[in-house]
């Protein structure tokens, strides 16, 4: 057995090498010796197992034993029409495409930002002396690749990526979008750097998709995020993967002085998913809006694990994950929530609520407040249930059908999460994947 | 248009209805009158559908057609409808497209062409007007934070909007104000015709000072112990229930009867 995990990490050492040397020459030194040292934490966690408490009910051991061999630039040659289902209206010239997790300047565009707004490939930002500071400062110093296997796997492949900065005071109206599709069978490592400057405000999709339903390929994503005092980010990720992929993605946000971070994830896609979001407080008056919708369904499975530290006095947090699951599909949400000490005047809410379309589906869900200040205000709960017989018995007594009646209660159940997203596309597409037959029906919702 | 034969029902194991016996004609409005218990709710639910209730013996006709045998949907998309005692809520549905689909289940039903959102406005509009609600309520959840009185009136405009042959308004008077009666009332009259049919299953006399029935039936017990003009609810408003369960108390067993609601 141990022989046999070492085999799967070492599956990736040749890989690694080859990395090494191609960039040797033009990234700066001191990336290669963050790869360095991430891939060495990476050998030594290898990849977690059930007996962790982490991932006690997600299995991983389908990804390590698939050994999926890292993508390399220019493998695939997706054209712009390809790419049509999976961009959104509002970002039309607001968007990096992003192929096996590297940067395509063919299919992307960025008029629509304002000027000062840098939004750029991470490879090329590396290389230039502007962004150094920046990036040094950043770039790894928020997920934590000593302890998780799979930021470590991703930081060892540190190379694309998108890297954005908005700069002090600057409202960015045009969404940015940042579109991460696969092509082929490989493991890709998209890697993200938002840093958001003093008093700016912008809107930032993360979407995932693969270029052909069916394809088996791992994405192993890390989304690290820097809010300056005062700024405000709105940002989605959407996960529709290939229903035979999996995806691992860390999101780890770090607040300043007054900021808001609101981040709403969908999950649609992938065969075996874990989302790990964590936010710190790190400053008075921060407050952060961790909202999700989960929609799976036949063998599907989806895991969240979101970590809320509130390190400082006066900071809020909101937190709804709402989870749709039919046929034998499975969904894990453990939410902690850490008010420290000192942490006075905390203002924390976590709600996780599941709806099962089916007998087999079935949820693990925990969420976990550890408090050690006294002067705070905090709720948690978590449910899990099915479609009410009253409710559809209301439905049907109105002359809808039972399937057409079920449908929209779910759409309902849905909605919670679905009205306070903003951009129109994505809430078009939710609402067809809730619905499906039935969107054409209502399309009356502003009636 | 209705024809209730010895009508038996249980809900959970216990027998609430014990051989009804009703017959409705296009144009009539029928009240259905008892104490707590005696099983008018009960009818009410059976006659619509709710899985909860099993019919044990007897039949009811709809035009010619064994009603029992639709589920509640087609009931619906026939004609008929139940105005909730306790209306339901659900959250995330806004009350215009739940009753923009509906609309549409019975269009399509009958043949004709579904309205689009535009088209649907202006009907909603109109039918609104008739229970006097206005445009706010039709972009909320349907009944989610309604009170008591505007749930009512939520029933009522379903029924406008669905314009139902045969509709049983299940105690809508309990929980109304006088004003709120006043507007639920006068929006049933307004479209009660010559075409169709109204139950009113009610505790009180209040209500038919508003919509006046041409029978009232008394139930008690399970069974149909009174029938008469509208004169025979004042007589019940002055002598109370006590009589009547006294009768039926006599008559034949009440057993499980308290389970009714």
Known sequence: MVTEIAKEQGAYAAPFRR??????????SWVARLRESAFNSFERLGFPSVRQEEWKYTNVAPIAKANFEPAVENESALDAAQLQPFVYEESRASRLVFVNGFYSPELSSTEALPEGVVALDLAAALREEKYAETLRGQLARGADFGENAFTALNTSFIESGAFVLVPEGAQVEAPLHLLFISDGQSLSSPRVLIVAGRGSTATVIESYAGAREGDAYFTNAVVEVSLGEGARLNHYKVQRESTDAFHVATTRAALARSSAFNLTTITLGARLS?????????AEGAECWVDGLYIVGGTQHTDTHSVIDHRRPHCTSHQLYKGILDGKSRAVFNGKVFVREGAQQTDAQQTNRNLLLSNEARVDTKPQLEIFADDVKCAHGATVGQLEAEELFYLTSRGLNAELARNLLTYGFAEEVIEKIKIDSIRAQLDEAVLNR??????TKNL | MLEIKDLHATVDGNEILKGINLSIKPGEVHAIMGPNGSGKSTLAKVLAGHPAYEVTKGEVLYEGKNLLELAPD???????FLAFQYPIEIPGVSNAQFLRLAYNEKRKHLGEEE???LEFKDLLKERAAIVEMDASFMTRAVNEGFSGGEKKRNEILQMAVLEPKLAVLDETDSGLDIDALRIVAGGVNKLRNSENAIILVTHYQRLLNYIVPDYVHVLAGGRIVREGGKELALELEEKGYDWIKAQAAGSGSTAGASQAS
């Open chain 2, 115 to 117: 309205l689009d959102p």
């Open chain 1, 438 to 443: 039935l969107h054409s029906n209502l399309e």
């Open chain 2, 74 to 80: 087609e009931r619906a998309r026939e004609g008929v």
């Open chain 1, 274 to 282: 874990r989302h790990d979001v964590q936010v710190t407080l790190d």
């Open chain 1, 19 to 28: 990395l090494q040397e191609k960039t040797g020459t033009d990234a700066p």
